[in-house]
Every structure is written in structure tokens, then in C-alpha cells.
């Protein structure tokens, strides 16, 4: 029997078809839905994890490439929750691999989980791999990557990288691109919970989009 197929079993039992379609109506009607809640959704998941445990580290990408191939959105959010379980083993070529999954099926409610966690992680892991990867992403003209490289330090605190985070909002700054213009002003919100002066005197220095400004300022 697949890993997969009693998790399968469990979504399809679960679903809730008018639900599912105000989900989808929510989602601008990208991605299908069974119609599950967070809650029961993850309820469900840690009964199946409990009953027929993680995959192996070897198997971990081949599973969460399976969840990504399933049109239910409930899959890719599963993959997105399993894949922070492994982030005390990732693998210095992971990055490559989580990269496929930001890029494939794209929307914020699936890139902002890889970002500011499992890029998070990844990256502590790899402190090397950031400027690589991340000015990789932000010279790709992929939103999603380069909303990855604003967020991957959103939860850093004061192990914030200033210097690159001013770098890249400095480059994107310009974006027309709402998800860019969001996440410009997020990564600058959250910051500002730790180093509010910095944050006041980093928008007296660029000029952000009214989007931007407005979440960059929430707390300050």
C-alpha cells in the first residue's frame, strides 16, 4: 500500500463539498479544495503520522513531490507541515529541491510556510548557502522566489541580516507586484518587533510603495 493512501482516505471522508468551494473561490479559483478546516486538517494529519509514522529521510522528497501532484490544496499544505519536521536534517542539496516545490503550484499560502520556515531553517543550517541562493533568487524574476528571499528571515529576530535584508527590499523596492510590495512590508513589520530604529530610519532612506510603508509601519 502506498504511504499515502490512508491520508487519502481520511481527506476524502472529511470533505465538506461547500466548503470547498468557497475555499476555492478564496484562492481566486487556482486550486481545487476537499473543503477540510486547518483544524480538522491537522488533526487528521497527526493521527495518520502516529499511526504510520514519518517517512525516512531518504523517502521525504519522493512523498513530497507525490503531495504536490495532487490537485486538493489540503495535499501541498500536508507537504508544507511535514517538510518542517525534517528541519534539523536537512541536506545541504535540499535547497534545490525545496526550490522546485516554491515554484511549482505557487501561492502565498504555500511559499510563505517554505520561506520563513523551511527556508528559515534551512539557511541557519547553511548560513554559506544564503548569498548563492538567495541573490540567485532575487535576479530570477520569480516573485515567489524573490518573496522567499525577503521572507526566509522573518522569524530571525535579532540574528537578522541587515545588510542583505536592506539590500534586497533596495532592489525590489520599485516592484509592482502586490505579493512583493506585501512582503516587503511584512519582513519590515516583523522587524521592527525587535529593532524598531532601524526600521524607522530604513524607510527615511527608500521609497516604498504605499503598501509597503503601511505594514512597515504598523508597530512603529
Known amino acids: 500500500m502506498n504511504y499515502l493512501d490512508p491520508l487519502v482516505k481520511e481527506f476524502e471522508k472529511s470533505a465538506d463539498l461547500q466548503r470547498a468551494v468557497w475555499m476555492k473561490n478564496y484562492m481566486k479559483g487556482l486550486f481545487p479544495y ?14 495518520f503520522l502516529i499511526e504510520n509514522g514519518l517517512p525516512s529521510r531518504e523517502k521525504l522528497f519522493p512523498v513530497l513531490f507525490e503531495l504536490w501532484e495532487f490537485s486538493q490544496r489540503e495535499f501541498q499544505y500536508f507537504a508544507v507541515d511535514l517538510l518542517m519536521k525534517f528541519e534539523k536534517k536537512f541536506e545541504i542539496t535540499d535547497i534545490d529541491k525545496i526550490e522546485k516545490l516554491i515554484i511549482n503550484k ?19 543550517v547553511y548560513p554559506e548557502q544564503i548569498n548563492p541562493i538567495t541573490r540567485k533568487w532575487i535576479d530570477s524574476g520569480n516573485i515567489w522566489l524573490q518573496r522567499s528571499s525577503l521572507l526566509f528571515q522573518l522569524k530571525y529576530k535579532n540574528t537578522t541580516n541587515v545588510e542583505i535584508l536592506s539590500d534586497y527590499i533596495g532592489q525590489l523596492a520599485s516592484s509592482k507586484e502586490f505579493f512583493i510590495r506585501k512582503a516587503i512590508g511584512w519582513i519590515l ?7 524598531p530604529d532601524w526600521v524607522r530610519n530604513f524607510i527615511t532612506k527608500i521609497e516604498l510603495s504605499g503598501l509597503s510603508y503601511r505594514e512597515a509601519t504598523k508597530y512603529i
Not at 476537499?34 to 493521527?47: A, L, P, V
Open 106 to 124: 505557487s501561492w502565498w499560502d504555500s511559499v510563505d510556510g517554505l520561506a520563513s520556515s523551511t527556508c528559515g531553517s534551512y539557511f541557519k
Open 189 to 195: 513589520r516583523e522587524y521592527s518587533k525587535t529593532n
Open 34 to 47: 476537499f473543503g477540510i478546516d486547518t483544524k480538522t486538517r491537522r488533526s487528521i494529519q497527526k493521527d
